[in-house]
């Protein structure tokens, strides 16, 4: 089968009915870049919970989230987590979600099926439901496992996006977002909350800007009401949900129905230098942006060196690359030789840098 036959053959945008591992099996092998999974907690609910005034809690005692035994529950995990593994590309990654119940049996699946864990994020709750019995700690927090498909999986991550959303601080992995509330309850026919673990907007936000790329397909297998599929088609993405109850399918087409996706303009994140084209020093003087024997200045002023016909440079003593010889005139371990080396143009002093990102906007134009 090929790339464009695979890719035709994916139920794009659609939420799927029927039992995840069934419904995972029947797509292509090796065809989704994301899988986002919020499968049942099994959170072992001992009879009803109430408020200090009386009322009834509702707790998520749906017969989904009930397993018989952990084995039960632990070979679950396994299958499903071996669906999902097949289905992913190479270089794709996962995100499972859970609390105390059931993340921690959900983590060794993981490394057992083959997945290699790259972060724990920890999902501090700033509106956790309190504990009404007190007799524990609060439960305020969840668990998210990213995990890329291999040790080798070269994996999306917008390292500089989530920069620039922290306003330039390195994006942590303890991540603060209030539970769904208000507006973003979703409610069903009968006036009830629609699903009792819905998540909120924000999270999956963060976790699709973070890990994928606009176009990429996100595959949902415990689909729910909808959430990542709301989130993947205002972002620009691509979805696969599959959820087996009828009445959370109708809620989450309708509500994905009603969003807006993000102008195409909009979609463009931060971008750090690495992720752009490489350009050796060696094309400027191919193309005649340097020619052989201009001298550069160093940043300081205090060092001068002659280009050679190859691209490196020679100051009499030294010789090598831009970064090579600006490390050696230093003393220093290492230099950026695009940002310490300059040449005259117009009486100025301008950085070779300048050359090479010019050499980059016109690849970006013919891209």
């Given at each position: 089968m090929t790339a464009g036959t695979r890719e035709l053959a994916l139920p794009l945008d659609t939420v799927l009915s029927g039992d995840?591992?069934?419904?995972?099996?029947?797509?292509?092998?090796?065809?989704?870049?994301?899988?986002?999974?919020?499968?049942?907690?099994?959170?072992?609910?001992?009879?009803?919970?109430?408020?200090?005034?009386?009322?009834?809690?509702?707790?998520?005692?749906?017969?989904?989230?009930?397993?018989?035994?952990?084995?039960?529950?632990?070979?679950?995990?396994?299958?499903?987590?071996?669906?999902?593994?097949?289905?992913?590309?190479?270089?794709?990654?996962?995100?499972?979600?859970?609390?105390?119940?059931?993340?921690?049996?959900?983590?060794?699946?993981?490394?057992?099926?083959?997945?290699?864990?790259?972060?724990?994020?920890?999902?501090?709750?700033?509106?956790?439901m309190p504990n009404f019995r007190g007799k524990r700690l609060t439960n305020a927090h969840e668990t998210l496992i990213w995990a890329s498909k291999s040790e080798k999986s070269r994996y999306t991550f917008n390292y500089e996006a989530m920069k620039a959303a922290n306003e330039g601080v390195q994006m942590r992995s303890d991540w603060t977002f209030p539970i769904c509330t208000g507006h973003e309850r979703l409610k069903n026919a009968r006036g009830e909350k629609a699903h009792p673990t819905q998540k909120p907007e924000a999270l999956l936000h963060r976790v699709l800007t973070a890990t994928t790329e606009p176009g990429d397909v996100v595959l949902d297998p415990f689909f729910g009401t909808g959430t990542t599929g709301a989130v993947a088609k205002m972002l620009g993405r691509r979805f696969i949900g599959i959820e087996r109850e009828a009445e959370y399918r109708e809620i989450a087409e309708a509500r994905i129905a009603r969003v807006r996706p993000v102008e195409a303009a909009s979609l463009e994140i931060t971008r750090g230098k690495r992720a752009e084209p490489r350009v050796p020093f060696g094309t400027l003087v191919e193309r005649g942006m340097i020619r052989p024997g201009e001298e550069l200045r160093s940043l300081n002023g205090r060092h001068r060196a002659k280009v050679r016909v190859d691209g490196t440079l020679c100051t009499g003593v030294e010789k090598g690359s831009i970064h090579q010889v600006g490390a050696r005139l230093e003393g220093a371990p290492s230099c950026n030789g695009w940002t310490y080396w300059h040449f005259k143009r117009e009486g100025r002093d301008v950085p070779i840098d300048a050359l090479r990102q010019q050499v980059r906007a016109e690849m970006a134009a013919t891209a």
């Open positions: 995840c591992v069934a419904a995972m099996d029947a797509l292509p092998e090796a065809s989704v870049d994301l899988v986002f999974a919020d499968p049942p907690y099994n959170l072992q609910l001992r009879g009803d919970l109430h408020r200090p005034e009386g009322s009834r809690v509702d707790a998520c005692d749906n017969d989904w989230d009930q397993f018989d035994t952990f084995a039960a529950y632990d070979r679950f995990t396994r299958d499903w987590l071996r669906a999902a593994r097949r289905v992913l590309k190479p270089d794709g990654a996962i995100w499972a979600i859970g609390s105390y119940h059931n993340v921690f049996r959900m983590g060794a699946a993981l490394q057992d099926a083959g997945f290699w864990i790259l972060n724990d994020v920890v999902w501090r709750k700033t509106n956790p």
